[in-house]
Structure formats: structure tokens, C-alpha cells
């Protein structure tokens, strides 16, 4: 017996033995399960962001606060440069 369906065009350049379920990506897949356990009141784990906080915010202020200490270091030396380059003139 042969399964005979449907298909649309789209379809053509996916295996047909895969389910759709499985063709999802990992983030949807698993976001649509953790949507219908939280429907009917189960206790799920805790989001990856409060369970491993991100340092991401920590390093953008060390970042900008680097750069600032370089852009004041950097018009420190060139007024320094400057005053004695060209203090004679």
C-alpha cells in the first residue's frame, strides 16, 4: 500500500518521513511545551535568566567605563603634547 497525500510545493524539498513536530526548531519546540504545562497549573523550572544571570550588563559598563579613562587619557597626552610642541611659538 502506498500513503497518498497532499503536499504542497514547500513540501517537496522536506523528507516526508520526518513529522512536522520534529522539523521545529529546539526554542519552539520547547516553548510550546512549556506553555501548555504552565496551562494547568504545573510548577515548571525557573527561566535560565534567573537561574544564570547574564554578565553582559557588567561588562557594557566596564566597557564604557574604559573607554572613558582612554578618551580622557588620550586629551590629557595631546594637551600635554600640544603645550610643549608648540609653546615656543
Known sequence: ??????????????PHSIPPEATLSRRRSRGSGRAAGSADGGEGLPPRRVRHPSERE????????????????????????GYYKFSDV
Open 58 to 81: 557588567r561588562m557594557a559598563k566596564w566597557f564604557i567605563h574604559t573607554l572613558f579613562v582612554l578618551l580622557l587619557a588620550l586629551m590629557a597626552g595631546l594637551m600635554y603634547w
Open 1 to 14: 500500500m502506498t500513503d497518498k497525500t497532499l503536499h504542497s510545493a514547500s513540501d517537496k524539498d522536506v
